[in-house]
């Protein structure tokens, strides 16, 4: 029997936000879990040879949702390839939590 798989989304656009999708990963693995974070994967052939592939495989997601530029004096944009996943996983209905900085 195949271990459950988990697809972590998280912004990386500095060293904090890599190093808080890696901890994710550890955590999941250490209980377990199969996981893909997926580190350095930023073009669009990943999101079609990779990130596509992977969801479809993963029964949970978790996304951690980075603030980005100030959009209003409370309100952040998020990372785009994070939401571009979310939209992907609730497509496909996998069951999933997110954080937001």
Same mark, same amino acid.
């Given at each position: 029997? &195949?271990?459950? &798989?988990?697809? $972590?989304?998280? /912004?990386? #656009?500095?060293?904090?936000?890599?190093?808080?999708?890696?901890?994710?990963? #550890?955590?999941?693995?250490?209980?377990?879990?199969? @996981?893909?974070?997926?580190?350095?994967?930023?073009?669009?052939?990943?999101? @079609?040879?990779?990130?596509?592939?992977?969801?479809?495989?993963?029964?949970?997601?978790?996304?951690?949702?980075?603030?980005?530029?100030?959009?209003?004096? @409370?309100?952040?944009?998020?990372?785009?390839?994070?939401?571009?996943?979310?939209?992907?996983? $609730?497509?496909?209905?996998?069951? /999933?939590? /997110?954080?937001?900085?």
């Amino acid at each position: 029997m &195949r271990k459950a &798989r988990v697809f $972590i989304s998280c /912004g990386q #656009r500095i060293d904090r936000e890599k190093n808080i999708g890696m901890e994710v990963d #550890r955590y999941f693995k250490a209980r377990g879990f199969d @996981t893909y974070f997926a580190e350095k994967v930023h073009s669009p052939e990943a999101l @079609t040879e990779h990130i596509f592939t992977y969801l479809k495989e993963s029964e949970y997601f978790i996304f951690i949702d980075f603030k980005r530029e100030k959009i209003n004096k @409370t309100e952040y944009r998020g990372s785009i390839f994070v939401n571009q996943e979310i939209g992907i996983s $609730i497509f496909l209905k996998i069951p /999933g939590i /997110g954080f937001y900085e």
